[in-house]
C-alpha cells in the first residue's frame, strides 16, 4: 500500500495545476500558494533529502516538532507526505514509544528549543525557516544544526516510492496512533475547506489528508482578523470551514 504517493500522483495527473494548500499568515501578510505538482515537487526532494543525507528508511521515526509550533504550514505539510511516503513514523510531542527509535529531529524557526531535546536522543537536527517562498535562514545556523531549505533545494525533483505495510505506524503523538492503513479511512472532503489550525493531528488529518483522499484543496488560515476571514473566503472560493 503506498497511500500518499497513489493519491498524490493522482493529483498530479488529473487535477496538477490546480491549488492543494494555500497558506495563509494574517500577521505578516503572507500568502503562499502550491498546486497539485509544487506540493508533489518539495515532497519527493524532501523523500531524497531524508534518504540520502540522512539515511532514513521504513520505520524510522522523525520528531516533527514543526508540527507542534506550526500545524497546517505548508513546510510542515510536505515533510508529513515525505514521511508517510518512506513509511516513516512521524511523532510530534516526544512521545515515550517514539523516543527511542528517533533518528531526526525537524523544527521550525525557533529550533534552539529542539536543540537540547536532539541531544538527548542522539537524533540530526533540522530548521526550517519557514521563509513564503521557501528560502534559508538569513544567518548561518550553529554546527550541529542543518538548513531545510538548503539540503532539499539540489535533491532530485522526482522520487520512486516504494510499498509501505498497511501496518506500519505513520503518526504517534498523545492525540493519536495512525497506521498508513487509517490514513485512508481518514476524513475526506472534496471541498475548498478553510482550516484554521489547531492541535498537530487534528490539522494534518482534516488538512492535507481529507484533501488528497477526498480530492479537495486545503486553505489553511494563521492569526486573528475577522474582517481578512470573511475577504478570504470570498477570494479563495471557499466552500465550507473545518469543523
Not at 130 to 148: K, T
Request: proline share 5%.
Amino acid at each position: 500500500m503506498q497511500l500518499i504517493s497513489q493519491r498524490l500522483h493522482r493529483r498530479t495527473t488529473t487535477a496538477g495545476a490546480d491549488p492543494l494548500v494555500t497558506y495563509y499568515d494574517l500577521g505578516t501578510g503572507e500568502r503562499t500558494e502550491l498546486s497539485a505538482v509544487t506540493v508533489t515537487n518539495w515532497v519527493h526532494k524532501t523523500c531524497h533529502m531524508l534518504v540520502d543525507e540522512y539515511g532514513l528508511d521504513l520505520g524510522d521515526v522523525v520528531e516533527l516538532d514543526v508540527a507542534r509550533t506550526h500545524p497546517g504550514h505548508w513546510v510542515t505539510i510536505c515533510v508529513e507526505l515525505a514521511c508517510w511516503t518512506l513509511g516513516v513514523t512521524v511523532a510530534v510531542d516526544g512521545g515515550a514509544d517514539a523516543e527511542a527509535g528517533v533518528r531526526l529531529v525537524v523544527a521550525g524557526p525557533l529550533y534552539p528549543s529542539a536543540a537540547e531535546h536532539a541531544t538527548e536522543l542522539g537524533a540530526d537536527l533540522l530548521a526550517c525557516s519557514l521563509h513564503p517562498l521557501g528560502l534559508p535562514f538569513a544567518e548561518r545556523l550553529p554546527d550541529g544544526v542543518a538548513d531545510f531549505s538548503l539540503e532539499v533545494r539540489g535533491q532530485p525533483d522526482q522520487y520512486e516510492a516504494v510499498a509501505v505495510p498497511e501496518d506500519e505506524v505513520a503518526w504517534r503523538s498523545a492525540e493519536a496512533t495512525v497506521t498508513q492503513a487509517e490514513l485512508a479511512v481518514a476524513r475526506e472532503s472534496t471541498q475548498r475547506r478553510l482550516l484554521r489550525p489547531s492541535t498537530p493531528w487534528a490539522t494534518a488529518r482534516d488538512g492535507i489528508v481529507a484533501a488528497l483522499i477526498g480530492g479537495g484543496s486545503v486553505v489553511v488560515v494563521v492569526g486573528e482578523d475577522e474582517a481578512a476571514l470573511e475577504r478570504i473566503r470570498e477570494t479563495e472560493n471557499i466552500d465550507g470551514d473545518v469543523g
